[in-house]
Nanobody, 116 residues
């Protein structure tokens, strides 16, 4: 079955950077668009970004455009999210998901906490 395992979260100060990774198995990784989604406490899921099968097309939510960069390594079956200029409002549990809308199978998530 599909297994997605996120890593790279942590506690950082505002303005700092983190790079999240998502290791995928149980699927033909290069056959799928992939997405990043986050969920803050007390809020619903927020789609952040998606990337096409071979990484030639990306989309971002307005809330992260210009600060976050999605990428993928199909040889290693890994999805990445480079997060720069982090803000306290970026604090959330971050998931990777199969598909372009973030509503497909997800991992357990990795926590990102940004202090002011």
């Amino acid at each position: 079955q599909v297994q997605l395992v996120e890593s790279g979260g942590g506690l950082v100060q505002a303005g700092e950077s983190l790079r999240l990774s998502c290791a995928a198995s149980g699927l033909t990784f290069s056959a799928y668009y992939m997405s990043w989604v986050r969920q803050a406490p007390g809020k619903g899921p927020e789609w952040l970004s998606s990337i096409s099968n071979y990484g030639d097309f990306t989309r971002y939510a307005d809330s992260v455009k210009g600060r976050f960069t999605i990428s993928r390594d199909n040889a290693k079956n890994i999805l990445y999210l480079q997060m720069n200029s982090l803000k306290p409002e970026d604090t959330a549990l971050y998931y990777c998901a199969r598909g372009s809308d973030g509503k497909g199978p997800r991992g357990q998530g990795t926590q990102v906490t940004v202090s002011s």
